[in-house]
């Protein structure tokens, strides 16, 4: 048996910054209000043509991989973490491995929307302690800009969203007091259509049908989120998760170095730090930058406070994500 580490961390980000008084220019919104309820200040949308969800992967995982120091022919699997693929079909994870001219390794696609970054983890992990693989790389990335209703009946939503890419290089690690110690994934499917994009589905509206009906009215291509209680079921299933990643390792709240919860609102955040009694050396908070880029929000906010010094060896690292389905998850890291 062994644990898995990460070797390496890269994120990318697109160049066009979209701040909330850009917004207020086509929607009716304005700044206080977004920070208010959000606490974004600005989030980055790609320009059509210069990004994907898959370019913007593939350049996170470039950096991810050059910071491993592993070779790109010692990559064993990809597992790629999206809500938002460039195609229907196929996944994005056989196009990185075009992309990045890796051998023909095994590709998985992972989509558990906000929850998904944390769940791809999770199968690297288990894939490295079975001894199957040694270097598996890890991407969440998203493009939410392209499928959002930027307009005022869409701001609770949009305003919300951006576009972004992280990775990470999980590695073979033979000492067992280091490297990712547990992961902890759940879900309730029971309110999976309070945070949901109905179509295109099979199960409901096809493209077909959305063609067919030619509805200006037609809403159920674009996100809708029950804010409210999302937010009530996010508070309460964030600190569960933490706790049952704690208790599993018999450690303390005080044993925590850093807590990287995904971005999905700074008041969540603010909430969870609270409860816990974390200071904000203890918390790392980018949605203020870049909004929630749900898969890529964890592994963009890792790299950059690995980045910043933050993370340093022998630390006690949480990760924490809540989002549609509703799945949920955390991983306990020594790093």
């Known amino acids: ?164 890419a992280g990775a990470a290089v999980l590695s073979r690690e033979e000492d067992l007091t280091k490297g990712i110690l547990s992961t902890h994934l759940h879900s309730e499917g029971q309110h999976a259509e309070e945070l949901i994009v109905k179509a295109p589905g099979m199960g409901g509206r096809w493209v077909t049908d959305i063609l067919a009906d030619n509805n200006p009215d037609d809403e159920s291509y674009f996100p809708y989120m029950n804010g409210q209680f999302v937010f009530k079921n996010a508070v309460v299933r964030f600190s569960e998760v933490i706790n049952e990643g704690l208790q599993a390792n018999d450690l303390q709240v005080s044993d925590i170095d850093m807590l990287i919860p995904h971005q999905a609102n700074l008041r969540i955040s603010q909430f969870i730090q609270k409860k816990f009694g974390l200071t904000d050396e203890q918390v790392y908070n980018n949605i203020q930058k870049y909004g929630n880029t749900t898969a890529a929000s964890i592994p963009i906010a890792l790299t950059e406070a690995w980045e910043q010094g933050k993370i340093k060896s022998g630390d006690t690292v949480v990760l924490a994500a809540f989002g549609s389905g509703f799945t949920w998850g955390s991983a306990i890291i020594k790093w």
Not at 74 to 83: K, M, R, S, V
Not at 106 to 134: E, H
């Open 1 to 164: 048996m062994y644990h898995s580490k990460i070797a390496g961390l890269g994120f990318y980000v697109p160049s066009n910054i979209v701040s909330n008084d850009d917004l207020s220019k086509i929607i009716d919104t304005n700044d206080e209000w977004i920070q208010e309820r959000t606490g974004i200040q600005e989030r980055r949308h790609i320009i059509r043509g210069e990004d994907t969800t898959t370019t913007m992967g593939v350049k996170a995982a470039a950096i991810a991989i050059e910071r491993s120091g592993v070779a790109k022919e010692d990559i064993d699997f990809i597992i790629f973490a999206t809500l938002s693929p460039d195609y229907y079909f196929p996944g994005p994870g056989v196009l990185v491995q075009r992309d990045l001219g890796l051998r023909t390794i095994g590709a998985l696609d992972v989509r558990n929307q906000c929850s998904g970054f944390i769940y791809a983890l999770s199968v690297a992990d288990q894939y490295i302690k079975t001894g199957m693989y040694k270097n598996v790389l890890v991407i969440g990335s998203e493009v939410h800009s392209a499928g959002l209703d930027m307009t005022t009946r869409g701001r609770g939503v949009s305003v919300i969203f951006g576009d972004g």
